[in-house]
């Protein structure tokens, strides 16, 4: 039975840790002015249009 208790607590963590991570990058995006979030997606666009290889 402690086995189950151990590996509850430890999903429980996870999922806690999970939200914050979350939660964290959240903010961090919510900081970006919208000309930032504009030059972001300009500069994934250009990678993305690049040759592979």
Same mark, same amino acid.
């Given at each position: 039975m402690k086995l189950w208790k151990i590996l509850g607590l430890a999903g429980v963590a996870g999922v806690a840790a999970s939200g914050a991570i979350i *939660?964290?990058?959240?903010?961090? /995006?919510?900081?970006? &002015?919208?000309?930032?979030?504009?030059? /972001?997606?300009?500069?994934?666009? *250009?990678? &993305?249009?690049k040759p592979a290889g």
């Amino acid at each position: 039975m402690k086995l189950w208790k151990i590996l509850g607590l430890a999903g429980v963590a996870g999922v806690a840790a999970s939200g914050a991570i979350i *939660a964290r990058d959240q903010r961090q /995006r919510a900081q970006l &002015s919208p000309e930032q979030v504009r030059d /972001r997606l300009h500069e994934r666009l *250009a990678e &993305s249009e690049k040759p592979a290889g």
